[in-house]
């Protein structure tokens, strides 16, 4: 069975950084590109970044261009995203979540909270 | 971007019925990459559809996707009680891949 468990999320000062963790079982997590989609409270989905199963390319949304850095590590099936120089406008659930074919994403995490607030 | 625009914003309906949801995107989606998801309250997202009409794996027949270029369409033949909730379509066809707003269907 495919899982994804998010971790990581947490309450930060603006300004602050976290990294967000994503640990993936039941697949070859190697094999397979890999997103981060975020939703703000009562608000829509935003997808943010992706990396595909090599890191060898990388892909962000601009709003999180130069503050976040998404990484992994395929010999701990572990998914990353570094987040720095954190807003308000950040606060989310951010969830990760298996790239299929060409793009789409077909498994899904459960999700973490983030709230960036004083 | 690709901006999405999903019509219309919220469908109150009856079990039984059917459902017609609209994604509507600024410029052509590649290769009919697009895809739909449903979210219900308080859980991540679920894949329906992928490359505009395929279902994905365990999503019932009564889920069906159409559409290319700039119209896509969600249908569900027979609304049954658990398929009450929103609603998304994502284009990943161009980078930033994006989202529309979402149909919420509620029950009437």
């Known amino acids: 069975e495919v899982q994804l468990v998010e971790s990581g999320g947490g309450l930060v000062k603006p300004g602050g950084s976290l990294r967000l963790s994503c640990v993936a079982s039941g697949f070859t997590f190697s094999d397979y590109s890999m997103n981060w989609v975020r939703q703000a409270p009562g608000k829509g989905l935003e997808w943010l970044s992706s990396?595909?199963?090599?890191?060898?390319?990388?892909y962000y949304t601009d709003s999180v261009k130069g503050r976040f850095t998404i990484s992994r590590d395929n010999a701990k099936n572990s998914l990353y995203l570094h987040m720095n120089s954190l807003r308000a406008e950040d606060t989310a659930v951010y969830y990760c979540?298996?790239?299929?074919?060409?793009?789409?994403?077909?498994?899904w995490g459960q999700g973490t909270l983030v709230t960036v607030s004083s | 971007e690709i901006v999405l625009t999903q019509s219309p914003g919220t469908l109150s309906l009856s079990p039984g019925e059917r459902v017609t949801l609209s994604c509507r995107a600024s410029r052509s989606v590649s290769s009919s990459y697009l895809a739909w998801y449903q979210q219900k309250p308080g859980q991540a997202p679920r894949l329906l559809i992928y490359g505009a009409s395929s279902r994905a794996t365990g999503i019932p027949d009564r889920f069906s996707g159409s559409g290319s270029g700039t119209d896509f369409t969600l249908t569900i033949s027979r609304l049954e009680p658990e398929d009450f909730a929103v609603y998304y379509c994502?284009?990943?066809?161009?980078?930033?891949?994006?989202f529309g707003q979402g149909t919420k269907v509620e029950i009437k």
């Open positions: 994502q284009q990943y066809g161009t980078s930033p891949w994006t």
């Open positions: 979540a298996r790239v299929g074919g060409s793009g789409w994403s077909d498994y």
């Open positions: 990396i595909s199963s090599r890191s060898s390319y990388i």
